[in-house]
């Protein structure tokens, strides 16, 4: 029977997450790359800082580029899941619009640490991240999907799906910019179902109907 594979001890104390190395590291990580930036922040202060040497965090992520790949992926697969769940259900398309937009907005706001910054990031770019923008781009997709089954004419279903995108995601710009209150994700859900055009009544019911659509969800 193969050994089974395991890391190299903890330079010291206990994990400060309490959720293991590999969260240890990707939380060092967001923290340093959002102070010192990504060029600026080695391996070996992500290490430190998780409080393991830096042998344990090469166990984990082989280059710093799959550290910042997996924070990436982790700002936009919970919404993705909840996307999923969203295209499956049967609501009216602009409630389930309204419940995906505060279910993305506050990812992204509450989050610790502003990682939806690191979409900027120049390195983003790269092909190594390849798997982030195809499933960002996954996501907007849906966002596209439920546009169009709001009524949104085919044609301006794509453009009104990154204008809702747009609204969803100012949210790591305002944190980017220092401000330590961010607007209400529901008050976001609503800007994005009026610069759809959507009439009064239709964005009434996705406010009402909205949470509990949310609370449904698994």
Known sequence: MAATRTGRPRASGSSPTGLGTRADVLAAAAALFGTRGYASASTHAIAEAAGIRQATLYHHFARKQDILLALLLDTVQPSLDVAAELLARDEEPAARLWA????????????????????????????AFEPFRDRRSELETTYRTLVAACGVAPGAAAAGA?????????????RKGGQTATLDATTIAAAALRVLDLDTATRERAATAGPGVLAALG
């Open 100 to 127: 995906l937009c505060v279910a993305d907005v506050t990812l992204l706001a509450d989050a610790p640490h502003n990682t939806g910054a690191l979409y900027l990031l120049p390195e983003v770019s790269d092909a």
């Open 162 to 174: 990154s204008l809702v995108l747009a609204l969803v995601e100012s949210v790591i710009l305002q």
